[in-house]
């Protein structure tokens, strides 16, 4: 399967552990892209990666969550002390660079208890 | 930032029929991309359209930059069709490449 790959695909934690994302991006991708879909909502932006660099952040929450797309290795979108709140689809999508289209992967559904 | 704004929000065919979904834009833009997202949540890219008109199959869409809006057209719909369409632009800069998503046309296609 050459298309975006995200891991694991259903996710559930109790409020207060941690949760980890992780996406690897279609073969010779090397942007990344992470958004939030909540219940009956579109989808979010949340923050914008290329290999070791976090380009644009905007759209993250200030607190909590961290992402990191490293040398080696899939993009990481970490969530700590989960609450209810965060509960929602989140989904990664890659690109071969700015001006292309996105692709995306089939999203991590994540339930917090 | 940019505002996207899709219509209509619902929509309910019945096998067969043709149906056009619209999505208006704020500001100039050099990304456009329309998605389906099925019954199980998965997004399927139907076009990379920033520009222009494109075909595929019993899809088509048409983008006109200047005025800011595109549409999606859809023949002879099926069943297999139904779950929401989304657009989403984009201004590429380098340092900013992200899409703002509209809140989505839901369809609805019936036997």
């Known amino acids: 399967n050459a298309g975006v790959m995200q891991n694991p695909r259903h996710l559930v934690r109790r409020r207060g552990q941690e949760a980890r994302l992780r996406c690897s991006p279609m073969?010779?991708?090397?942007?990344v892209y992470w958004y939030r879909q909540l219940p009956e909502e579109g989808l979010k932006f949340m923050v914008y990666?290329?290999?070791?660099?976090?380009?644009?952040e905007s759209g993250m929450p200030k607190e909590r969550f961290s992402a990191e797309f490293p040398k080696e290795g899939p993009s990481i979108l970490r969530i700590q002390q989960v609450v209810r709140g965060d509960s929602a689809a989140y989904f990664c999508a890659s690109s071969l660079g700015t001006g292309q289209p996105q692709h995306f992967g089939d999203g991590t559904r994540l339930s917090i208890l | 930032g940019i505002q996207v704004e899709q219509s209509p929000p619902d929509l309910i065919l019945q096998e067969g029929a043709n149906s056009t979904l619209r999505c208006n834009f704020s500001?100039?833009?050099?990304?456009l991309q329309w998605f389906h997202q099925n019954p199980w949540g998965q997004l399927i890219n139907l076009f990379y359209i920033p520009s222009g008109t494109k075909q595929n199959g019993r899809l088509s869409a048409t983008t006109v930059a200047t005025e800011r809006y595109s549409l999606l057209y859809i023949s002879s719909s099926q069943t297999t069709d139904s779950g929401v369409y989304f657009c989403a632009v984009g201004r590429d800069t380098g340092t900013a490449s992200k899409l703002t998503f509209g809140t989505g046309t839901r369809l609805q296609v019936t036997l």
């Open positions: 073969k010779g991708h090397s942007h």
């Open positions: 500001d100039s833009v050099n990304n």
């Open positions: 990666l290329q290999k070791e660099n976090i380009i644009d």
